[in-house]
């Protein structure tokens, strides 16, 4: 049978480094081949879109991975059409060099993203695939560690979390601290994270925790390369 050529949509987060981890471990996904992961990032920051985290730093979990970045870059403030747009054009590079034909994402359970994300790539040919869909999110978070993930948080919404809790380390003490209300993969936007080290890695991404700084109604850790000064 002929491989499932994809891209793996690549936050540097840890939903997306559960997906990879369970594409190359679970025997029901061994057809699909991830040529690239395809990362957002905003011009005007040179960041990752939502997840403020450093170019370089993506670029370094690339080379520790093993699989080179598709980037697609989109303006402050993006419209869905400026989105769709440009991560379409990423997507019909990769069909035409690759004969790539899926995308794969780590949502959760949000039927609306779910359906948004389906509809826009279902019109150019593309399937979507979500190899962790559903999963209880206390199991996959308790999993995550299990498999000897390291990750940051890397950003904070002040409506659905403390601030202070940007910046920290993502494991069993940040798991029990979290208000109850709040995901602990959070999946309704609570906090992203910034994965350095786990089983998808030939090695870690050295990495430390710069300034915590609030913008646009955000709080952001400067995640930064070790060697950089603060």
């Not at 786990?198 to 609030?214: A, R």
């Amino acid at each position: 049978m002929k491989p499932n050529n994809a891209l793996l949509s690549w936050s540097g987060g840890k939903d997306s480094s559960l997906a990879l981890y369970e594409l190359r471990e679970n025997e029901k996904f061994k057809d699909l081949q991830v040529k690239a992961l395809l990362t957002t990032f905003t011009r005007d920051y040179n960041r990752i879109s939502m997840h403020g985290v450093r170019r370089e730093l993506v670029l370094a979990q690339s080379t520790s991975i093993g699989l080179p970045i598709e980037e697609v870059w989109i303006p402050s403030k993006a419209t869905n059409e400026i989105y769709q747009s440009e991560t379409i054009k990423s997507i019909m590079k990769w069909k035409e060099k690759e004969d790539t034909s899926s995308i794969v994402f780590g949502d959760l359970f949000l039927e609306d993203i779910r359906a948004y994300r389906e509809k826009f790539l279902r019109e150019i040919g593309i399937e979507c695939v979500f190899p962790l869909w559903k999963k209880d999110t206390s199991e996959l978070a308790r999993l995550f560690l299990d498999y000897g993930f390291k990750a940051i948080i890397c950003t904070v919404d002040p409506k659905k979390l403390d601030p202070e809790f940007c910046g920290r380390d993502y494991d069993h003490e940040f798991l029990s601290d979290i208000p109850e209300s709040v995901d602990p993969c959070g999946e309704n936007g609570e906090f992203h994270t910034f994965v350095y080290g786990g089983p998808i890695f030939k090695e870690k991404v050295q990495v430390m925790v710069g300034d915590i700084v609030e913008r646009e109604g955000f709080y952001f850790a400067d995640i930064l390369p070790k060697s950089q000064t603060v």
